[in-house]
């Protein structure tokens, strides 16, 4: 039995008919840049993470950097986040000129440990924004997280690419922090059809600048008070996403009962990995990612389980302070023992919504046989 480790074949199969009607309604209409078509599409995101504005844009990383450039992150200041990400969220804060400030995560949640903050704070006062990250599809500890922010006038930005629908308690993802980040990305929780981004905000301030940054910086007819990108969301995406968001709940949900089952499937057999175990304060994981530790020999149980026709990748596999474009940076091996621990152990299993009981069934069992 092969264990492939996403299926967008099949879920675009089931939903085919409705999004080629979406995409041929924008062809009829010759609107392929923002237009009324992104607009519902991105009140639609607004409710759904519930935030007064959402501006879409050309990708996740983009969202980054339009979020940063809105909250004036620039040459000269720094910008702390954590090395255990994927590289966009450190990649968004050296294109806006300034410098990523790293602190470790925590090891049961993968995501930043609050209490190493404060003292990063210390050591470096240009700290303009700090990016929480909400890895795997779980919520960073926001509430401490945003006193600090809000005591030192720090703008707080959420990378929720992995996150759209996760909750912190009882509060959507995106909604946390100033500005919100996601990906539309085609192998995310809601992808597109190619690049998509968006950024949510309930500051209409940041929400005018955000639109405004991601046309060039324009306020008016040819007129530039930033320098900006030209980062639209296309009208096709957004057509595409909006029929995707319908299911969008029923895939995440399908998500976290496979997690749960294979956690229950795990602790019943008892196997030597450590599987995923969210903290209290998640009200909501969406299990973007169904992540777990091994201990020892990780490259060899993922050789093994290929080899019986089951998927499996790391994410991620190089820290990003140990990344040859941050080497001027200054870190080393060793700075962060957990980023780096993790990038050893974390295997990422299957947990895609087409998954059938009998496949994770077969996961489990099939490590059961490989490990002692
Ligand atoms: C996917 C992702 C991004 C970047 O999104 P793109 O749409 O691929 O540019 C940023 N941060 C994280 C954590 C991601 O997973």
């Known amino acids: 039995m092969d264990v492939p480790f996403l299926d967008l074949a099949a879920q675009t199969a089931a939903i085919r008919g409705e999004v080629l009607a979406a995409i041929a309604r924008v062809v009829d209409s010759q609107k392929f840049i923002l237009g009324e078509e992104v607009h519902r599409f991105e009140q639609q995101a607004a409710g759904y993470c519930q935030t007064s504005f959402a501006v879409g844009c ?4 983009d ?13 000269g200041d720094a910008v702390l986040t954590v090395p255990f990400t994927f590289f966009a969220t450190a990649g968004a804060v050296a294109l806006a000129g300034a410098r990523p ?3 470790d995560v925590d090891r049961d949640t993968f995501n930043l440990d609050v209490s190493q903050i404060e003292g990063a704070l210390q050591r470096h006062p240009k700290i303009k924004a700090i990016i929480a990250v909400h ?9 401490p997280i945003r006193e600090i922010a809000r005591a030192r006038r720090i703008a707080l930005i959420e990378d929720a690419a992995q996150a759209i629908g996760a909750e912190y ?10 500005i919100g980040c996601f990906s539309f990305y085609p192998t995310k929780n809601l992808g597109a059809f190619g690049d998509g981004g968006l950024c949510t905000t309930n500051d209409e301030a940041l929400a005018g600048r ?14 530039h008070e930033w320098v900006g990108l030209a980062s639209r969301l296309d009208a096709i995406q957004a057509a595409v996403l909006a029929v995707k968001f319908k299911y969008l709940d029923s895939w995440s949900e399908q998500r976290a009962c496979n997690a749960a089952l294979s956690r229950r499937l795990f602790e019943e057999q008892n196997l030597p990995l450590v599987p995923p175990r969210p903290a209290p304060y998640q009200t909501r994981h969406i299990f973007h990612q169904f992540v777990v530790r091994c201990p020892r020999g990780r ?5 093994q389980l290929k080899s019986h026709g089951i998927a499996s990748e790391v994410y991620y596999p190089l820290p990003l302070h140990e990344q040859p474009c941050f080497a001027d940076l200054g870190y080393k091996r060793g700075d962060f023992p957990v980023s780096e621990e993790l990038a050893r152990t974390v295997l990422a299993l299957p947990v895609h919504p087409g998954l059938s009981e009998a496949q994770i069934r077969h996961v489990v069992a099939t490590l059961a046989r490989l490990l002692p």
């Not at 890895?135 to 509430?143: I, Q």
């Not at 955000?210 to 007129?223: D, E, I, K, Q, S």
């Open 169 to 178: 308690k009882g509060r959507r993802a995106g909604s946390l922090g100033d």
């Open 63 to 75: 969202a980054l950097l339009l979020a940063l450039k809105a909250a004036g992150a620039g040459p």
């Open 299 to 303: 490259d060899e149980v993922q050789k």
């Open 135 to 143: 890895l795997f599809g779980g919520c960073a500890d926001m509430d």
């Open 101 to 103: 400030v790293f602190v």
């Open 210 to 223: 955000l639109r405004a940054l991601r046309v060039h910086g324009r306020t008016g007819a040819y007129f």
């Open 58 to 61: 050309a990708s996740g990383s």
